[in-house]
C-alpha cells in the first residue's frame, strides 16, 4: 500500500503598503515554501493568514485594521505584521483574536508565529532536515548559542576583530530552538556565546512575546525560560558582572543547573589590568561566598592564562593563593601563547617558556588537589548523573550537574546495562579520584 504523504498547511497573505513591504512579504513566504508550506491564493483553502500592514498614515493604518477585520471575518487565523505591528495595541483592542502581531521586518518572529499556528506536519519522506538541525553532538545534549561577538578587547584575544562586536539572538528565536532541541531528544542545553552574561545589552529594549508573556533580552529572563524547557540547563562562559547573583536563586529552584563557567583568566590585579579585565578579586571572592550559602552544591569552573607578559613570580603565588581561598571546583589552565593580532604582544615583560611550562605544572598540581579533595567529599551522597554511554558489558559513563561534557570529570557506573543514553538517574557515589566520580545507579 502506498504511503500517503501529509498534507502542508497553507499559508494566505494581505499584503499593503509600498514596495518594501511587497519586499519583505516576498521574504517571508519564500521562507514558508523552503519551510514547506503551500500557499492559498484566498481566504477559504487558508490555515492561516498574514497581513502586511503599512502604517505610514492614518488613512493606510484605517487600510490595514479594515484587512485585519476581513481576513479575521473570512478565516478566523490571522497573523498581524509590518508597520503597524508597532502598535500592537491598537490592533489586539479592535481584534482581540489576531494570532500574533509582529513588527517591520522582524521576518524570523513571523516563520515563528506561522509554524506555531499552523504546524509543519513531520515526515521523514520530505523533510531532509530535522527540526532541531543537523547536530555533531550525541542526541540527548545540545550546544545553544544566544548571541555572536564581544564587547571586551582583552589583550590577549582577537574574538572581537574575528566575530565584531556582540550581537544578540532574539529571546523568543532562541526559546524557539530550545523547544525544538527537547522536542528532538535534547536533556541538557548548554548556554554558550562569548560573554553569556552580557547577552541582551544591544536589545535590552526589545521584549519578545513567548507563550502569550513579554520576555525581557537578559541572561537571567533567558535562563528561567529556557529553564522550563529542558531538564538540565547549564551556563557558560559567565562573566562575573554584578547581575548574575540573580542567576544563582534559579539555580537553588532547580530551574538552571548549578554550574557557572566563569573565565576567571588570573586574580593578581597588575596581569588583570595589563590584560583589559576587570580587577576586583577580592569582591569575587564574597560573592563565590554568597553563591554557595544560596545555591551550596554550586560548581564553579574556570580557565586561567600563566605566564602572561609581564608576570613576576610574585603575581603567580597571588594566583595560587587566590586559588586556595577560592576554592574552584574545574580548573583549567592555559600557557600564554602571542596571537597574531593581539595587543599583549607588544606587552614588554614576556615571560621565558621554561618558566612558563613550570608555572603551568605548579597551577595544574595546586587545583588538582582542590578537585581531588572536593569529589572525594561526594562519596557517599546521592547525586543526579546523565547517561552519555552504556557499555556492552553492563557499565556505564555519565555525568553529574557538576560535569560539563569534554571539559569536565566522569561518572563511572557498574551495573548500568538496563540504562540507556540521555537517562537521567540518582546515583550512589562510592569513590573518586583526582577528576572523576565512581558509582552504582540507585534501585528502584
Known amino acids: 500500500m502506498a504511503t500517503k504523504l501529509p498534507e502542508a498547511p497553507r499559508v494566505g497573505m494581505v499584503s499593503l503598503g509600498c514596495p518594501k513591504n511587497l519586499v519583505d512579504s516576498e521574504r517571508i513566504l519564500t521562507k514558508l515554501r523552503s519551510d514547506g508550506y503551500a500557499m492559498s491564493p484566498d481566504y477559504a483553502g487558508a490555515d492561516v493568514v498574514l497581513v502586511n500592514t503599512c502604517g505610514f498614515l492614518d488613512s493606510a493604518k484605517e487600510e490595514s485594521l479594515e484587512a485585519i477585520g476581513e481576513a479575521i471575518a473570512e478565516n478566523g487565523r490571522v497573523i498581524v505584521t509590518g508597520c503597524m505591528g508597532k502598535e500592537a495595541e491598537v490592533i489586539r483592542q479592535r481584534f482581540p483574536n489576531v494570532l500574533a502581531v509582529t513588527g517591520a521586518h522582524q521576518y524570523e518572529e513571523v516563520v515563528g508565529a506561522v509554524h506555531e499556528a499552523a504546524p509543519m506536519p513531520p515526515s521523514p519522506f520530505v523533510n531532509l532536515v530535522p527540526d532541531a538541525g543537523l547536530k555533531l553532538t550525541p542526541r540527548h545534549y545540545s550546544y545553544l548559542k544566544i548571541s555572536e561577538g564581544c564587547n571586551h578587547r582583552c589583550a590577549f584575544c582577537i574574538i572581537p576583530s574575528l566575530r565584531g562586536d556582540l550581537v544578540s539572538r532574539r ?204 569529589l572525594q567529599a561526594k562519596v557517599g551522597r546521592t547525586l543526579e548523573v546523565i547517561v552519555d554511554e552504556v557499555d556492552p558489558e553492563g557499565g556505564a559513563t555519565g555525568r553529574s550537574q557538576a560535569d560539563a561534557p569534554e571539559i569536565d570529570g566522569q561518572v563511572f557506573l557498574r551495573d548500568a546495562g538496563h540504562l540507556k543514553q540521555g537517562d537521567i538517574i540518582q546515583v550512589e557515589i562510592e569513590d573518586a579520584d583526582e577528576h572523576d566520580l565512581y558509582g552504582a545507579p540507585v534501585a528502584g
Do not use: C
Open 171 to 374: 529571546p523568543d528565536a532562541i526559546l524557539r530552538e530550545a523547544e525544538k532541541l527537547v522536542e528532538a531528544g535534547t536533556k541538557e542545553l548548554l548556554v554558550i556565546s562569548q560573554d553569556t552574561s552580557a547577552y541582551g545589552v544591544d536589545i535590552r529594549k526589545e521584549p519578545r512575546m513567548w507563550k502569550g508573556q513579554e520576555v525581557v533580552p537578559h541572561m537571567t529572563d533567558l535562563a528561567r525560560e529556557l529553564g522550563k524547557i529542558a531538564p538540565w540547563v547549564r551556563l557558560h562562559y559567565v562573566y562575573p558582572y554584578p547581575h548574575v547573583d540573580h542567576v544563582i536563586p534559579l539555580m537553588a529552584e532547580g530551574l538552571v543547573l548549578p554550574y557557572l563557567d566563569i573565565p576567571f583568566q588570573h586574580a593578581s590585579p597588575s596581569v588583570l589590568r595589563s590584560m583589559k579585565r576587570p580587577a576586583n578579586e577580592a569582591k569575587v571572592l564574597e560573592r563565590l561566598k554568597n553563591w554557595r550559602s544560596i545555591a551550596p552544591d554550586i560548581t564553579i569552573r574556570s580557565t586561567f592564562v600563566v605566564g602572561f607578559p609581564g608576570e613576576t613570580e610574585a603575581d603567580f603565588q597571588y594566583l595560587l593563593d587566590w586559588l586556595d581561598e577560592a576554592q574552584l571546583d574545574r580548573v583549567g589552565a592555559f600557557r600564554f601563547e602571542p596571537v597574531e593580532g593581539a595587543s599583549a604582544n607588544d606587552l614588554p615583560g614576556a615571560v621565558p617558556e621554561e618558566i612558563k611550562e613550570e608555572r603551568y605544572a605548579r597551577i595544574m598540581e595546586k587545583t588538582a588537589a582542590i578537585s581531588a579533595a572536593k
